[in-house]
C-alpha cells in the first residue's frame, strides 16, 4: 500500500467536498428573500440598541445578539396587535404604512421566516462635537 502525503488527503478531500457541493447544486437551490424590514444594531454606552425604523420600534439589552432576539419578538407582537386593533392603526398616520410590513410579518409561518425578512445592519450614534451628551449625574 503506498503512503498517501498530507498534500495528496488535502488534494482528495477537497475535492470530494466540491463534488458534493456541485450535486447539492441540482438538489436544492439556497433562495435570499429580499428584505423587507432593516434592523440598526447600535451600541450606545455599555449597551445594544436595536431599531427597526420602518415601525418606529427600538429595544435595547446588554448584550447584541439579546438585542436582536428582542427586536424579532417586538416585531411579532407588534404585527399581532397591529392585526387586532387595524382599524385603530389605519386611522393613524404615523402607522397606517405599517400595513404591508404587518402583511408579510403575519404571512410568516414561524420566528426563522420572521428573521428572513430582516436586513441588519451594524450603526453607530455620531454626536456632533457640539452636541456631546452632559456627564450622567450621580445620586
Not at 31 to 52: Q, S
Not at 88 to 112: G, M, Q, T
Amino acid at each position: 500500500m503506498p503512503i498517501e502525503s498530507a498534500n495528496n488527503r488535502t488534494f482528495r478531500r477537497q475535492n470530494s467536498i466540491s463534488m458534493a457541493n456541485s450535486k447539492m447544486t441540482h438538489l436544492a437551490q439556497i433562495v435570499c428573500p429580499a428584505p423587507t424590514l432593516t434592523v440598526l444594531l447600535v451600541k450606545d454606552d455599555g449597551y445594544f440598541m436595536a431599531k427597526c425604523p420602518e415601525l418606529d420600534l427600538v429595544t435595547e439589552m446588554d448584550k447584541p445578539q439579546e438585542a436582536l432576539h428582542a427586536m424579532v419578538e417586538m416585531i411579532r407582537e407588534y404585527a399581532e396587535d397591529y392585526h387586532q386593533r387595524e382599524q385603530v392603526f389605519l386611522a393613524s398616520p404615523n402607522r397606517a404604512h405599517h400595513k404591508p410590513y404587518v402583511d408579510s410579518i403575519l404571512a410568516c409561518r414561524d420566528e426563522w421566516a420572521v428573521w428572513e425578512l430582516l436586513e441588519v445592519r451594524h450603526a453607530r450614534i455620531h454626536l456632533p462635537t457640539s452636541a456631546k451628551r452632559a456627564p450622567k449625574a450621580r445620586i
